[in-house]
């Protein structure tokens, strides 16, 4: 399965442009969050988490949008792959 995260930070910018991205690249689930990436209490990569299984690709707009710092997409990255073994593009 191709899981798509799409994240904005403020309620005035919108999704949709990233979300129609996510779709036309194949995705079949897309998790999706409205706050700053400052934020560790996002609810879209733990919702991810939930239904991703072993050999699942994450894709985003850009990689900004998932990861809010070196630490922790580094953090992130273990608690994908320890859940599901998959790969990151």
């Given amino acids: 399965m191709v899981v798509g995260y ?51 690709t994450v894709l985003t707009y850009k990689n900004d949008r998932v990861f809010r710092s070196l630490k922790n997409m580094v953090e992130l990255i273990d608690r994908f792959n320890e859940a599901t073994s998959l790969l990151l593009v």
Avoid: F, H, W
């Fill in 6 to 56: 799409a994240r904005v930070s403020t309620p005035e910018q919108k999704l949709e442009s990233q979300i129609d991205l996510l779709k036309n690249a194949g995705c079949d689930k897309i998790s999706s969050d409205i706050a700053s990436g400052t934020r560790d209490d996002m609810k879209g990569p733990n919702e991810m988490l939930k239904y991703m299984r072993k050999g699942d």
